[in-house]
């Protein structure tokens, strides 16, 4: 017989039984893509999905087809995996699908801002112009200065003797160093004055130091996963890089963008205060720089494990810079014209980015909704979830696009009379997304053609002025970070090491 107490026990566990259930008992309702709870009630698939995103919902794909909802962390998330169908979810009117929400938690726990009445649409369209156009001319030309500055006026590396490096330091630190100066301004406005240029260097290198050890952890800040020792060591680097990028220190500089007087402007119509606008402005050089180098790296490490599209490659560099022998104003001479017309470049780079690039493309559901596909498939989504694209899979890793998709083809953009190759077809129907490591819609990149002309200058002055060379040519190609798929560029497991020097003139 249970006495008075044990009952009580047991309707207390009853109830609590009742509220998980109710709280955590999702069901499948007719019409809704298939669900995938997992098997660890509210956690579900988060570990899974956390540790390799892009083996688990290639898995998933096999298991449900190209469209089906999981659950992770407490969050119903219903992925759409069908290229055919991701302009039904890119267009769709913001009253139902909303991007802000999430951008704004991002926001919050990497880089502790806070912005009011925050829209990153209206934000984009606002600074749209700044990086595009005439703006673009400035930029292309600031940009090859503060290039030349880092790997051509540096005692360090402007030596005629082999010198050893990591490729991916080398990359990832001469793009943020010198896309930090363009955006951000000088140290003095002269360019070419030699004293300016020893402070541009010391300054760029100090916030590339303190940006690359924040960087090794934003991603478990972005997951909420960050250790008690490791959230105390995030927040002291922020604070370094706050002190380093406070708004009084960047108005004294020289040089300073459009873009950069302008989001400046955008935060004080926000009416953000000054300690709120240096949290922002550590945010955009995250937001604007993060990818650029990672690109770089992943391009120059393809180039050298395969000689015929280094080749190519330069052979396209010789028909830009002509001699060997130029003056520094004749480098930063050089034409949009001319940086458009490398087709073989262009391939090079889309066909990098279509096997590194892998930012999720995320919306929040604002109300039940129904999402009706071309073909017809209707699904209902719930208020509350989310829902989430991711070209990587499909369709820059998709065989049935891309014929030995895990192989790099420095070709595969070029058709054969050396125009972009564009026709990609998917169940026999022409793609209009066949590889999207800028996203789409109107959340595009409205950077593109900045970081386009930032990495060909880049890697146009290493090849033109610099032997470089894998020290171990068998080296194989590394392994993805995989904690990072979803916010853009992948980075290597393991660095790669290189030698380099300046070429005999």
Same mark, same amino acid.
């Given at each position: 017989?249970?006495?008075?107490?044990?009952?009580? !026990?047991?309707?207390?566990?009853? +109830?609590?039984?009742?509220? %998980?259930?109710?709280?955590?008992?999702?069901?499948?309702?007719?019409? #809704?893509?298939?669900?995938?709870?997992?098997?660890?009630?509210?956690?579900?698939?988060?570990?899974?999905?956390?540790?390799?995103?892009?083996?688990?919902?290639?898995?998933?794909?096999?298991?449900?087809?190209?469209?089906?909802?999981?659950?992770?962390?407490?969050?119903?998330?219903?992925?759409?995996?069908?290229?055919?169908?991701?302009?039904?979810?890119?267009? #769709?009117?913001?009253?139902?699908?909303?991007?802000?929400?999430?951008? $704004?938690?991002?926001?919050?726990?990497?880089?502790?801002?806070?912005?009011?009445?925050?829209?990153?649409?209206?934000?984009?369209?606002?600074?749209?112009?700044?990086?595009?156009?005439?703006?673009?001319?400035?930029?292309?030309?600031?940009?090859?200065?503060? %290039?030349?500055?880092?790997?051509?006026?540096?005692?360090?590396?402007?030596?005629?003797?082999?010198? #050893?490096?990591? %490729? &991916?330091?080398?990359?990832?630190?001469?793009?943020?160093?010198?896309?930090?100066?363009?955006?951000?301004?000088?140290?003095?406005?002269? /360019?070419?004055?030699?004293?300016?240029?020893?402070?541009?260097?010391?300054?760029?290198?100090?916030?590339?130091? @303190?940006?690359?050890?924040?960087?090794?952890?934003?991603?478990?800040?972005?997951?909420?996963?960050?250790?008690?020792? #490791?959230?105390?060591?995030?927040?002291?680097?922020?604070?370094?890089?706050?002190?380093?990028?406070? +708004?009084?220190?960047?108005?004294?500089?020289?040089?300073?963008? +459009?873009?950069?007087?302008?989001?400046?402007?955008?935060?004080?119509? !926000?009416?953000?205060?000054? @300690?709120?606008?240096?949290?922002?402005? !550590?945010?955009?050089?995250?937001?604007?720089?993060?990818?650029?180098?990672?690109?770089?790296?992943?391009?120059?490490?393809?180039?050298?494990?395969?000689?015929?599209?280094?080749?190519?490659?330069?052979?396209?560099?010789?028909?830009?810079?002509?001699?060997?022998?130029?003056?520094?104003?004749? +480098?930063?001479?050089?034409?949009? @014209?001319?940086?458009?017309?490398?087709?073989?470049?262009?391939?090079?780079?889309? @066909?990098?980015?279509?096997?590194?690039?892998?930012? &999720? *493309?995320?919306?929040?559901?604002?109300?039940?909704?129904?999402?009706?596909?071309?073909?017809?498939?209707?699904?209902?989504?719930?208020?509350?979830?989310?829902?989430?694209?991711?070209?990587?899979?499909?369709?820059?890793?998709?065989?049935?696009?891309?014929?030995?998709?895990?192989?790099?083809?420095?070709?595969?953009?070029?058709?054969?009379?050396?125009?972009?190759?564009?026709?990609?077809?998917?169940?026999?129907?022409?793609?209009?997304?066949?590889?999207?490591?800028?996203?789409?819609?109107?959340?595009?990149?409205?950077?593109?053609?900045?970081?386009?002309?930032?990495?060909?200058?880049?890697?146009?002055?290493?090849?033109?002025?610099?032997?470089?060379?894998?020290?171990?040519?068998?080296?194989?190609?590394?392994?993805?970070?995989?904690?990072? /798929?979803?916010?853009?560029?992948?980075?290597?497991?393991?660095? *790669?090491?290189? $030698?380099?020097? %300046?070429?005999?003139?």
């Amino acid at each position: 017989m249970i006495s008075g107490a044990g009952l009580l !026990l047991l309707l207390l566990l009853l +109830v609590s039984l009742a509220v %998980l259930a109710t709280r955590f008992g999702r069901w499948r309702r007719p019409g #809704e893509p298939p669900l995938d709870k997992g098997v660890i009630p509210w956690l579900g698939h988060a570990l899974d999905f956390g540790k390799d995103a892009a083996t688990f919902l290639s898995n998933m794909r096999k298991k449900h087809g190209d469209i089906f909802t999981i659950q992770a962390a407490g969050k119903f998330v219903t992925i759409l995996l069908d290229p055919h169908s991701y302009d039904v979810v890119l267009w #769709e009117p913001r009253s139902k699908l909303d991007f802000n929400q999430y951008a $704004r938690l991002l926001m919050d726990r990497m880089f502790d801002v806070k912005l009011p009445d925050y829209d990153p649409n209206e934000e984009k369209t606002m600074l749209r112009m700044t990086l595009q156009n005439q703006n673009l001319s400035s930029l292309t030309k600031a940009m090859s200065f503060n %290039l030349w500055n880092i790997l051509l006026s540096d005692p360090s590396r402007t030596s005629l003797h082999w010198k #050893e490096d990591g %490729l &991916f330091h080398l990359c990832y630190s001469t793009m943020l160093r010198a896309g930090y100066l363009t955006l951000y301004g000088n140290e003095g406005k002269d /360019y070419e004055d030699v004293s300016g240029q020893a402070k541009d260097r010391a300054n760029s290198l100090e916030i590339y130091n @303190e940006f690359y050890k924040l960087d090794q952890l934003l991603m478990k800040a972005a997951r909420s996963i960050l250790s008690a020792g #490791e959230k105390k060591t995030f927040d002291s680097i922020k604070r370094d890089l706050w002190k380093l990028l406070s +708004v009084k220190r960047l108005d004294c500089r020289a040089n300073r963008s +459009v873009w950069l007087d302008s989001y400046k402007q955008h935060l004080v119509d !926000l009416g953000v205060d000054e @300690e709120m606008q240096t949290k922002a402005m !550590l945010l955009q050089l995250w937001s604007t720089q993060s990818n650029a180098g990672p690109a770089v790296f992943w391009l120059l490490f393809f180039l050298l494990k395969h000689p015929s599209a280094m080749a190519a490659v330069e052979g396209e560099v010789q028909t830009i810079f002509g001699s060997r022998k130029q003056t520094i104003g004749q +480098v930063h001479g050089i034409s949009q @014209e001319k940086l458009d017309n490398t087709p073989i470049f262009n391939s090079v780079l889309n @066909e990098t980015l279509r096997l590194t690039a892998a930012p &999720f *493309i995320s919306r929040e559901v604002l109300q039940d909704m129904l999402l009706t596909l071309p073909d017809c498939r209707e699904y209902h989504l719930r208020k509350g979830d989310r829902l989430c694209l991711f070209p990587y899979v499909s369709p820059q890793m998709d065989p049935e696009i891309y014929e030995e998709p895990e192989k790099f083809k420095y070709n595969r953009f070029l058709n054969a009379d050396c125009t972009e190759k564009t026709d990609f077809y998917k169940g026999g129907r022409k793609l209009k997304y066949y590889t999207m490591p800028w996203g789409a819609g109107i959340n595009v990149c409205i950077g593109k053609f900045h970081a386009v002309n930032s990495i060909k200058l880049c890697v146009f002055l290493l090849l033109r002025y610099f032997d470089l060379e894998l020290k171990h040519p068998d080296t194989k190609i590394p392994g993805f970070d995989k904690e990072r /798929y979803g916010f853009g560029m992948l980075q290597p497991e393991t660095d *790669i090491v290189v $030698r380099y020097k %300046l070429k005999d003139q």
